[in-house]
C-alpha cells in the first residue's frame, strides 16, 4: 500500500509587479511638425498657398475663356456676372489671366529659387568645410558679386541673351544665391568640428561624401526656412522686372505684369491693379507666415510643448 503523497505547499504569492511604459522617443522633425501645427498663422499660410497652387493650375480648365481671347465688345468692363474680374483694355477675361498669371509667377519663384538653393548650399557647403584659401577666395566672389546691383545684373542678362520665361528662372536664380552660400557655409564650419564629423573623417570617408550625406543634411532646417523667404523675394523681383516690362512677354502675363498694365490706367480702371495686387501680397504674406512658422518650429532652443 503506496503511503499517502505529501501535500503540495501553496506557491508563495507574487505581488503584481506594474512596469511603467518607456517614454516614446521623439524626433526635432516630429518636435517641429507639432510645433508648426500649433501656429495659425503658418497653417492658415499653408493653406492659402495650396489654395493658391490648386487655383491656378486647374482653374484655367474650367474657364471658359482663354489669356489671349480679345473680345473688343468687352473693352475694359467692370466685375459682373459674366466677367467675375472684369476685363481689360483687349477685352481679356482678368480672372482667366489671373490664374495663368499666377502660374508664371509662381513658377518664377518656385524654379528661380530651386536655381538659388542649389548654388547657394553647394557654395556654402564646400566654402565652409574647405576652409582656407579655398573659404577665402570662394567667399570674396561672393562679396564681389553682392557688390553688383543685382536687379541691374539681371537686367543686362536679359537683354544680352534675350528676354524669354527659361532665362528668367536662370537670370533671377543666378543673383538669388548668394545669402543661401553664406547662410550654409556658417553653418557647416559649425558642425565641422562636432564628432560625428570626426567620426567619418577618421573612417577615411571622401570630402564629397562627407558635404552630401553628412552636412547637407544636417542644414536643412535654416535652408528650409530662408528657402520661404526666398520665394517672395524672387516673386518680387520678378514683378519689379515685369513692371520695368523685362519680364515675360505679351500675350502671356504674370501678377507683375498685370500690376503694371493696371498702373497705367489705375484711375479709370482700378480692378486692373487692385484684384492682381491682391492674389500678388496674399501669396508673399502666406509664404513670409509660412517661414515666421517654420524658423519658430525648427529652432532648437523652443520650448516643447
Not at 495650396?50 to 471658359?64: E, N, R, W, Y
Not at 536687379?151 to 532665362?167: K, P
Not at 567620426?199 to 570630402?207: D, E, K, T, W, Y
Given at each position: 500500500?503506496?503511503?499517502?503523497?505529501?501535500?503540495?505547499?501553496?506557491?508563495?504569492?507574487?505581488?503584481?509587479?506594474?512596469?511603467?511604459?518607456?517614454?516614446?522617443?521623439?524626433?526635432?522633425?516630429?518636435?517641429?511638425?507639432?510645433?508648426?501645427?500649433?501656429?495659425?498663422?503658418?497653417?492658415?499660410?499653408?493653406?492659402?498657398?495650396?489654395?493658391?497652387?490648386?487655383?491656378?493650375?486647374?482653374?484655367?480648365?474650367?474657364?471658359?475663356?482663354?489669356?489671349?481671347?480679345?473680345?473688343?465688345?468687352?473693352?475694359?468692363?467692370?466685375?459682373?456676372?459674366?466677367?467675375?474680374?472684369?476685363?481689360?483694355?483687349?477685352?481679356?477675361?482678368?480672372?482667366?489671366?489671373?490664374?495663368?498669371?499666377?502660374?508664371?509667377?509662381?513658377?518664377?519663384?518656385?524654379?528661380?529659387?530651386?536655381?538659388?538653393?542649389?548654388?547657394?548650399?553647394?557654395?556654402?557647403?564646400?566654402?565652409?568645410?574647405?576652409?582656407?584659401?579655398?573659404?577665402?577666395?570662394?567667399?570674396?566672389?561672393?562679396?564681389?558679386?553682392?557688390?553688383?546691383?543685382?536687379t541691374i545684373f539681371v537686367i543686362l542678362l536679359m537683354v544680352f541673351f534675350g528676354r524669354n520665361i527659361i532665362?528668367?528662372?536662370?537670370?533671377?536664380?543666378?543673383?538669388?544665391?548668394?545669402?543661401?552660400?553664406?547662410?550654409?557655409?556658417?553653418?557647416?564650419?559649425?558642425?565641422?568640428?562636432?564628432?560625428?564629423?570626426?567620426?567619418?573623417?577618421?573612417?577615411?570617408?571622401?570630402?564629397?561624401?562627407?558635404?552630401?550625406?553628412?552636412?547637407?543634411?544636417?542644414?536643412?532646417?535654416?535652408?528650409?526656412?530662408?528657402?520661404?523667404?526666398?520665394?517672395?523675394?524672387?516673386?518680387?523681383?520678378?514683378?519689379?522686372?515685369?513692371?520695368?516690362?523685362?519680364?515675360?512677354?505679351?500675350?502671356?502675363?504674370?501678377?507683375?505684369?498685370?500690376?503694371?498694365?493696371?498702373?497705367?490706367?489705375?484711375?479709370?480702371?482700378?480692378?486692373?491693379?487692385?484684384?492682381?495686387?491682391?492674389?500678388?501680397?496674399?501669396?508673399?504674406?502666406?509664404?513670409?507666415?509660412?517661414?515666421?512658422?517654420?524658423?519658430?518650429?525648427?529652432?532648437?532652443?523652443?520650448?516643447?510643448d
Amino acid at each position: 500500500m503506496n503511503p499517502p503523497a505529501a501535500p503540495i505547499p501553496d506557491a508563495p504569492f507574487v505581488p503584481d509587479v506594474v512596469f511603467e511604459e518607456a517614454e516614446t522617443g521623439t524626433s526635432l522633425w516630429k518636435d517641429a511638425w507639432a510645433r508648426l501645427r500649433k501656429n495659425k498663422m503658418a497653417v492658415f499660410g499653408a493653406g492659402t498657398l495650396v489654395f493658391m497652387a490648386l487655383f491656378c493650375l486647374i482653374g484655367p480648365f474650367l474657364s471658359p475663356y482663354t489669356y489671349d481671347a480679345q473680345d473688343l465688345n468687352q473693352y475694359a468692363k467692370p466685375p459682373g456676372a459674366q466677367h467675375w474680374f472684369g476685363t481689360d483694355k483687349l477685352g481679356r477675361d482678368q480672372l482667366t489671366r489671373i490664374m495663368y498669371g499666377g502660374r508664371i509667377s509662381l513658377a518664377v519663384g518656385i524654379c528661380a529659387t530651386m536655381v538659388s538653393l542649389t548654388i547657394g548650399v553647394l557654395w556654402g557647403a564646400v566654402a565652409g568645410y574647405a576652409g582656407g584659401k579655398l573659404d577665402t577666395v570662394m567667399m570674396r566672389i561672393v562679396d564681389i558679386l553682392y557688390a553688383l546691383p543685382f536687379t541691374i545684373f539681371v537686367i543686362l542678362l536679359m537683354v544680352f541673351f534675350g528676354r524669354n520665361i527659361i532665362l528668367l528662372f536662370a537670370a533671377i536664380g543666378a543673383v538669388e544665391w548668394l545669402t543661401m552660400a553664406r547662410i550654409v557655409r556658417g553653418q557647416v564650419q559649425s558642425l565641422r568640428k562636432m564628432e560625428f564629423i570626426e567620426a567619418a573623417i577618421a573612417l577615411g570617408l571622401s570630402r564629397r561624401r562627407i558635404i552630401l550625406r553628412h552636412m547637407i543634411p544636417n542644414v536643412l532646417g535654416p535652408v528650409m526656412v530662408y528657402t520661404t523667404l526666398t520665394i517672395p523675394a524672387v516673386m518680387l523681383l520678378e514683378a519689379f522686372l515685369s513692371f520695368l516690362g523685362l519680364g515675360v512677354q505679351p500675350p502671356m502675363s504674370s501678377w507683375g505684369s498685370m500690376i503694371k498694365d493696371g498702373a497705367e490706367v489705375m484711375e479709370e480702371f482700378w480692378w486692373m491693379l487692385i484684384i492682381p495686387g491682391l492674389f500678388l501680397s496674399l501669396t508673399l504674406f502666406s509664404l513670409n507666415f509660412l517661414g515666421d512658422g517654420l524658423r519658430d518650429a525648427l529652432d532648437p532652443k523652443a520650448s516643447k510643448d
